[in-house]
């Protein structure tokens, strides 16, 4: 297996026969992401906007790579008294958390030790360099 395996895709097909037009990723939000092989390396860019490096955690742990977020807003409520009438008030406030967990399997030729992250412009792009696949070790036979 040459390429990064999506645990994310479960969810797309399986409901891919119930609800043909329904995208699980793409219906809750799911962050874009778009991976390029390299000779040397697995580039994956990930659509970020609004966060920061701060609200983003990338793991490794046993050759997956989970990037994930949970970000919350802080809320300001003040209990004045004197409140005057003309002042607005929230009346519905959806947008308090945000959070996104994306999880992908790397292939066997990648080295796990030198990962790279960096975020720029609200792009994270994370580097995963790749390592040389050992060609099958042919074994002599011994007579005895």
Known sequence: ????????????NALSDV?????????FGMPKVDVKEERDAYVMQMDLPGMTEKDVNVELDHNVLTISSHHEENKEEKSDKNEKKDESKWLIRERRV??????????DDTNGENVAATFKNGVLTVNIPRKAVTAPKRIAIAAA
């Open 98 to 107: 945000s959070e996104f967990s994306r999880r992908f399997t790397l292939p």
């Open 1 to 12: 297996m040459n390429e990064l395996s999506l645990f994310n895709n479960f969810f797309d």
């Open 19 to 27: 609800m043909p037009d329904f995208h699980f990723e793409h219906s």
